[in-house]
């Protein structure tokens, strides 16, 4: 019986998709295979197979419930993936905003030859070519980091 499995997955197939009852026929060819069809064949034993029929009641009150608390679940968790790919969509908007910043404050950097900012005493001063290279390094860094 070489292909025993497949018949019988097959046999299987076969009264899923039956009614309420399934005629089936078994028979043994001159190898000694065993096979199954729902067609006559000759020297075939002829077997009744019955398989239950919905109830036409519908589904228990035990399985609605489970129905419905998998329904909650679901689509909690639809909110929840939703919650967070707005979340997402929100840090990824502020971390383009804050490289389009950093671009520019580069550019700017890289334009001017001299750069001035304010002291903590509001005057104004400029910053050193030294120190102006140092920032320009500072925000080519943060860039490749988190651009």
């Given amino acids: 019986m070489k292909n025993s499995s497949l018949h019988i997955a097959l046999l ?10 399934a005629q089936m026929y078994k028979w043994t060819d001159a190898n000694g295979n065993v096979h199954f069809s729902d067609k006559p064949q000759p020297n075939a034993q002829k ?22 608390e998998l329904l909650k679940d679901l ?16 840090q990824r908007q502020q971390q383009e905003r804050r490289c389009v910043q950093l671009k520019n404050r580069l550019r700017t950097y890289e334009d ?8 903590d005493s509001g005057k104004k001063k400029r910053l050193s070519s ?18």
């Fill in 47 to 68: 077997l009744e197979i019955k398989t239950p029929r919905a109830s036409g009641i519908g589904t228990s009150n035990r399985q609605q419930r489970s129905q419905q």
């Fill in 75 to 90: 689509e909690y968790s639809r909110q929840q993936r939703e919650q967070e790919a707005a979340r997402n969509a929100q």
């Fill in 130 to 147: 030294d120190h102006k290279k140092q920032e320009e390094q500072k925000l080519r860094k943060q860039i490749e980091e988190n651009c």
């Fill in 12 to 21: 299987g197939l076969m009264l899923l998709s039956g009614g309420s009852s």
């Fill in 112 to 119: 001017v030859d001299y750069v001035f900012y304010r002291d």
